[in-house]
């Protein structure tokens, strides 16, 4: 157990319809990630928010947004979903205290558009 | 970030060693190597990391070479349940709060 959870576990829903899917990271982590993957793009990096402001962008769509509220927990948004959209999408967070470099992941979120 | 480049799959038979190369030959001198783990879908998991010493933990060992340019990923004795991916990965980290780059990693089958 890493310590991140991830909500929902999974997710069904239609092409045009809008999610949320929620993580809560480590107690004390100030950096909380998002990566998405897909069977065919691999594990890529969407976002990062480092204590409510947003620190890093990769590959994420327009259509796709994200947040970090006071308590640190994280909501990233997908809407006007589209079949490629389904995939794994894993939260992780990390420490900027002492010499922790590693980045924690949860279980992740199965979205499948259907 | 260094590109890395690692080989699609690997077989181990268990209890053996496994050694798991990655090469990384445009290596920046403040960049580390890490390396992650994909067991079957589950969240990433983060095994070790090292600048250009080498680095033992209770999952593993990282041998970088003296020149920085690969690195091998050892676990010295291999259970079934260390079949997984397995990323590696380069970057620039003085903080540890940086995003991670996945390549297409290792997948490693250890088998009975």
């Known amino acids: 157990d890493s310590g991140v959870t991830q909500t929902p576990k999974h997710l069904i829903t239609a092409t045009g319809q809008r999610v949320t899917l929620r993580c809560s990271p480590r107690?004390?982590?100030?950096?909380v990630y998002w990566y998405q993957q897909s069977l065919d793009q691999g594990l890529q990096f969407l976002i990062q928010?480092?204590?409510?402001?947003?620190?890093a962008k990769g590959n994420i769509l327009e259509r796709f947004s994200a947040q970090q509220f006071p308590d640190l927990h994280s909501e990233l948004n997908l809407s006007s979903l589209e079949l490629g959209d389904s995939a794994l999408y894993f939260c992780?967070?990390?420490?900027?205290?002492?010499?922790?470099?590693?980045?924690?992941f949860g279980p992740g979120t199965r979205l499948t558009v259907t | 970030d260094a590109k890395t480049t690692q080989p699609p799959s690997m077989d181990c038979a268990e209890g053996r060693a496994a050694n798991l190369p990655c090469n990384h030959s445009?290596?920046?001198?403040?960049?580390?190597v890490y390396w992650y783990r994909q067991i079957h879908s589950q969240g990433p998991q983060y095994i070790i990391h090292?600048?250009?010493n080498n680095e033992t933990n209770e999952m593993a060992s990282l041998i970088i070479t003296e020149d920085r340019k690969s690195s091998t990923l050892i676990l010295p004795h291999a259970t079934l349940r260390d079949t997984a991916v397995y990323y590696c990965?380069?970057?620039?980290?003085?903080?540890?709060?940086?995003?991670?780059?996945f390549g297409k990693g290792t997948r490693l089958s250890v088998i009975a």
């Open positions: 928010y480092y204590n409510g402001e947003e620190r």
């Open positions: 107690s004390g982590d100030l950096s």
């Open positions: 445009t290596i920046s001198g403040n960049e580390y």
């Open positions: 990965i380069v970057r620039v980290d003085y903080s540890g709060n940086t995003p991670l780059v």
């Open positions: 090292g600048l250009k």
């Open positions: 992780a967070s990390s420490s900027s205290a002492g010499n922790y470099r590693e980045q924690y």
